[in-house]
Protein backbone atom coordinates (compact mmCIF):
# COMPACT_ATOMS: atom_id res chain seq x y z
CA UNK A 1 0.00 0.00 0.00
CA UNK A 2 1.17 3.56 -0.39
CA UNK A 3 1.67 5.27 2.80
CA UNK A 4 0.68 8.71 3.09
CA UNK A 5 2.42 10.63 6.10
CA UNK A 6 1.24 14.29 7.08
CA UNK A 7 2.76 17.06 9.11
CA UNK A 8 2.87 18.46 11.49
CA UNK A 9 0.31 16.26 13.78
CA UNK A 10 -1.21 19.07 15.34
CA UNK A 11 -0.77 23.11 14.46
CA UNK A 12 -1.98 26.20 15.96
CA UNK A 13 -2.55 29.57 14.00
CA UNK A 14 -4.11 32.93 14.61
CA UNK A 15 -7.15 34.13 12.90
CA UNK A 16 -5.96 35.48 9.53
CA UNK A 17 -3.14 33.74 9.44
CA UNK A 18 -1.81 31.27 6.83
CA UNK A 19 -1.83 27.95 7.69
CA UNK A 20 -0.05 25.16 6.18
CA UNK A 21 -0.06 21.15 6.25
CA UNK A 22 1.79 18.53 4.42
CA UNK A 23 1.76 15.80 2.81
CA UNK A 24 4.09 13.16 1.30
CA UNK A 25 3.11 9.57 -0.07
CA UNK A 26 5.49 6.70 -0.28
CA UNK A 27 5.61 6.22 -3.89
CA UNK A 28 4.49 8.84 -6.30
CA UNK A 29 0.96 9.86 -7.21
CA UNK A 30 1.18 11.09 -10.42
CA UNK A 31 -0.20 9.12 -13.64
CA UNK A 32 2.23 10.10 -16.49
CA UNK A 33 -0.40 9.22 -18.85
CA UNK A 34 -2.83 12.16 -17.66
CA UNK A 35 -0.39 13.92 -15.82
CA UNK A 36 -2.75 14.15 -13.16
CA UNK A 37 -1.99 14.05 -9.37
CA UNK A 38 -4.17 11.55 -7.47
CA UNK A 39 -4.53 13.37 -4.27
CA UNK A 40 -7.36 15.09 -2.63
CA UNK A 41 -7.52 16.61 0.54
CA UNK A 42 -10.53 16.22 3.22
CA UNK A 43 -11.98 18.40 6.38
CA UNK A 44 -13.23 16.59 9.16
CA UNK A 45 -15.12 18.46 12.13
CA UNK A 46 -16.21 16.83 15.12
CA UNK A 47 -19.10 14.59 15.10
CA UNK A 48 -19.11 14.62 11.24
CA UNK A 49 -18.05 13.23 8.17
CA UNK A 50 -15.05 14.42 6.08
CA UNK A 51 -16.16 16.74 3.85
CA UNK A 52 -13.75 17.04 -0.12
CA UNK A 53 -11.89 19.96 -0.42
CA UNK A 54 -9.19 19.43 -3.13
CA UNK A 55 -8.63 16.93 -5.73
CA UNK A 56 -6.65 16.32 -8.31
CA UNK A 57 -3.79 17.75 -5.82
CA UNK A 58 -5.03 21.22 -6.67
CA UNK A 59 -9.01 21.31 -8.17
CA UNK A 60 -11.25 22.57 -5.73
CA UNK A 61 -14.31 20.83 -4.74
CA UNK A 62 -17.72 23.04 -5.65
CA UNK A 63 -18.29 25.20 -2.79
CA UNK A 64 -15.29 25.36 -0.96
CA UNK A 65 -13.73 29.26 -0.33
CA UNK A 66 -10.79 30.03 -2.19
CA UNK A 67 -8.92 30.50 0.81
CA UNK A 68 -8.30 26.51 0.18
CA UNK A 69 -5.70 25.76 -1.99
CA UNK A 70 -3.81 22.88 -2.63
CA UNK A 71 -0.59 22.23 -4.46
CA UNK A 72 2.54 19.96 -5.45
CA UNK A 73 3.45 16.96 -7.42
CA UNK A 74 4.75 13.40 -7.85
CA UNK A 75 5.29 12.56 -3.63
CA UNK A 76 5.06 16.04 -1.70
CA UNK A 77 1.69 17.73 -1.51
CA UNK A 78 0.66 20.82 0.76
CA UNK A 79 -2.72 22.10 1.89
CA UNK A 80 -2.74 25.57 2.52
CA UNK A 81 -5.43 28.24 4.30
CA UNK A 82 -4.42 31.42 3.56
CA UNK A 83 -6.41 33.25 6.05
CA UNK A 84 -7.28 31.30 8.63
CA UNK A 85 -11.15 31.17 9.63
CA UNK A 86 -12.70 30.42 13.19
CA UNK A 87 -14.90 27.94 11.13
CA UNK A 88 -11.74 26.49 9.83
CA UNK A 89 -10.57 24.35 12.86
CA UNK A 90 -11.04 20.85 11.69
CA UNK A 91 -8.21 17.82 11.35
CA UNK A 92 -7.41 17.91 7.30
CA UNK A 93 -6.64 14.60 5.98
CA UNK A 94 -5.04 14.12 2.31
CA UNK A 95 -5.72 10.96 0.23
CA UNK A 96 -4.42 8.81 -2.53
CA UNK A 97 -6.95 7.61 -4.98
CA UNK A 98 -4.02 6.40 -7.32
CA UNK A 99 -3.95 3.13 -5.91
CA UNK A 100 -7.13 0.49 -5.48
CA UNK A 101 -6.23 0.50 -1.96
CA UNK A 102 -6.91 4.01 -1.45
CA UNK A 103 -5.20 5.20 2.00
CA UNK A 104 -5.38 8.61 3.92
CA UNK A 105 -2.75 10.10 5.99
CA UNK A 106 -3.16 10.32 9.53
CA UNK A 107 -4.77 13.55 9.91
CA UNK A 108 -3.26 16.89 11.26
CA UNK A 109 -5.44 18.45 13.47
CA UNK A 110 -5.74 22.21 13.02
CA UNK A 111 -6.71 24.93 15.84
CA UNK A 112 -6.44 28.79 16.78
CA UNK A 113 -3.74 30.19 17.93
CA UNK B 1 -29.86 16.47 -3.22
CA UNK B 2 -27.25 13.38 -2.44
CA UNK B 3 -28.15 11.39 0.68
CA UNK B 4 -26.78 8.38 2.39
CA UNK B 5 -27.85 6.65 5.06
CA UNK B 6 -26.18 3.83 6.94
CA UNK B 7 -27.98 1.86 9.36
CA UNK B 8 -27.12 -1.70 11.00
CA UNK B 9 -24.28 -0.87 13.46
CA UNK B 10 -24.25 -2.15 17.05
CA UNK B 11 -22.58 -4.03 19.66
CA UNK B 12 -21.29 -7.77 18.46
CA UNK B 13 -19.32 -9.87 20.20
CA UNK B 14 -15.85 -10.82 18.99
CA UNK B 15 -16.16 -13.17 16.12
CA UNK B 16 -19.72 -12.50 15.30
CA UNK B 17 -21.32 -10.77 12.56
CA UNK B 18 -23.04 -7.93 11.51
CA UNK B 19 -24.85 -6.57 8.20
CA UNK B 20 -24.37 -2.51 7.59
CA UNK B 21 -26.67 -1.21 4.62
CA UNK B 22 -26.14 2.46 3.05
CA UNK B 23 -29.67 3.47 1.11
CA UNK B 24 -28.64 6.37 -1.29
CA UNK B 25 -31.18 8.51 -3.07
CA UNK B 26 -30.56 11.85 -5.21
CA UNK B 27 -28.44 10.30 -7.69
CA UNK B 28 -28.64 7.84 -10.65
CA UNK B 29 -26.93 5.14 -8.21
CA UNK B 30 -25.75 2.47 -10.22
CA UNK B 31 -23.69 5.16 -12.44
CA UNK B 32 -21.21 5.31 -9.07
CA UNK B 33 -18.55 3.52 -7.49
CA UNK B 34 -19.46 2.93 -3.58
CA UNK B 35 -16.97 2.57 -0.72
CA UNK B 36 -17.08 2.07 2.76
CA UNK B 37 -14.74 3.78 5.13
CA UNK B 38 -13.54 3.54 8.67
CA UNK B 39 -12.55 5.79 11.31
CA UNK B 40 -12.06 4.24 14.74
CA UNK B 41 -12.79 6.23 18.21
CA UNK B 42 -10.67 8.92 18.04
CA UNK B 43 -8.38 7.60 15.52
CA UNK B 44 -7.85 8.44 11.60
CA UNK B 45 -9.67 7.16 8.59
CA UNK B 46 -9.41 3.69 6.85
CA UNK B 47 -10.92 2.73 3.35
CA UNK B 48 -12.33 -0.46 3.94
CA UNK B 49 -13.92 -1.86 0.52
CA UNK B 50 -15.29 -0.53 -2.81
CA UNK B 51 -17.45 -1.73 -5.51
CA UNK B 52 -17.67 -0.70 -9.04
CA UNK B 53 -21.62 0.81 -10.05
CA UNK B 54 -22.20 -2.95 -12.07
CA UNK B 55 -19.93 -4.89 -9.47
CA UNK B 56 -17.61 -6.04 -11.64
CA UNK B 57 -14.69 -4.52 -9.81
CA UNK B 58 -14.70 -5.26 -5.89
CA UNK B 59 -11.47 -4.29 -3.42
CA UNK B 60 -10.60 -4.69 -0.24
CA UNK B 61 -8.04 -3.48 2.23
CA UNK B 62 -5.52 -6.43 3.57
CA UNK B 63 -6.82 -6.63 7.26
CA UNK B 64 -10.71 -7.51 5.98
CA UNK B 65 -10.21 -9.77 3.32
CA UNK B 66 -11.74 -13.26 3.63
CA UNK B 67 -14.15 -11.55 6.39
CA UNK B 68 -15.87 -8.73 4.97
CA UNK B 69 -18.16 -8.86 1.64
CA UNK B 70 -19.40 -5.91 0.16
CA UNK B 71 -22.16 -5.93 -2.28
CA UNK B 72 -24.84 -3.11 -3.79
CA UNK B 73 -28.51 -3.92 -4.81
CA UNK B 74 -29.18 -0.96 -7.83
CA UNK B 75 -32.94 -1.93 -7.91
CA UNK B 76 -33.02 -0.84 -4.38
CA UNK B 77 -29.99 2.09 -4.32
CA UNK B 78 -27.88 0.66 -1.62
CA UNK B 79 -24.73 -0.51 -0.78
CA UNK B 80 -23.71 -3.81 1.75
CA UNK B 81 -21.26 -4.97 3.73
CA UNK B 82 -21.89 -8.11 5.60
CA UNK B 83 -19.07 -8.40 8.19
CA UNK B 84 -18.25 -11.66 9.71
CA UNK B 85 -15.70 -13.02 12.42
CA UNK B 86 -15.33 -9.27 13.88
CA UNK B 87 -12.55 -8.44 15.95
CA UNK B 88 -11.94 -5.66 18.80
CA UNK B 89 -10.10 -4.05 15.95
CA UNK B 90 -13.06 -3.77 13.70
CA UNK B 91 -14.73 -1.37 15.95
CA UNK B 92 -15.45 2.20 14.41
CA UNK B 93 -17.81 4.43 12.59
CA UNK B 94 -18.03 2.70 9.30
CA UNK B 95 -19.54 5.71 6.58
CA UNK B 96 -20.46 4.77 3.09
CA UNK B 97 -19.25 7.38 0.02
CA UNK B 98 -19.80 8.02 -3.08
CA UNK B 99 -17.55 8.24 -5.94
CA UNK B 100 -17.11 11.57 -7.44
CA UNK B 101 -15.71 9.92 -10.82
CA UNK B 102 -17.13 6.76 -10.73
CA UNK B 103 -13.99 3.79 -10.09
CA UNK B 104 -11.61 6.98 -8.56
CA UNK B 105 -12.18 6.02 -5.03
CA UNK B 106 -12.40 9.79 -5.24
CA UNK B 107 -15.57 10.74 -2.19
CA UNK B 108 -17.54 13.64 -2.92
CA UNK B 109 -20.69 12.69 -0.10
CA UNK B 110 -19.96 10.46 2.37
CA UNK B 111 -23.29 9.24 5.08
CA UNK B 112 -23.39 10.36 8.35
CA UNK B 113 -21.87 6.81 9.50
CA UNK B 114 -22.95 3.70 11.84
CA UNK B 115 -20.95 2.79 15.04
CA UNK B 116 -19.58 -0.89 15.16
CA UNK B 117 -18.25 -1.83 18.63
CA UNK B 118 -17.12 -5.30 19.15
CA UNK B 119 -16.51 -6.01 22.47
CA UNK B 120 -17.19 -8.88 25.00
Known amino acids: DIVMTQSPDSLAVSLGERATINCKSS????????????LAWYQQKPGQPPKLLIYWASTRESGVPDRFSGSGSGTDFTLTISSLQAEDVAVYYC?????????FGQGTKLEIK | EVQLLESGGGLVQPGGSLRLSCAASGFTFSNYAMSWVRQAPGKGLQWVSGITGSSNKIYYTDSVKGRFTISRDNSKNTLYLQMNSLRAEDTAVYYCAKDLLSGSYLFDYWGQGTLVTVSS
Open chain 1, 27 to 38: QSVLYNSNSKNY
Open chain 1, 95 to 103: QQYYSTSST
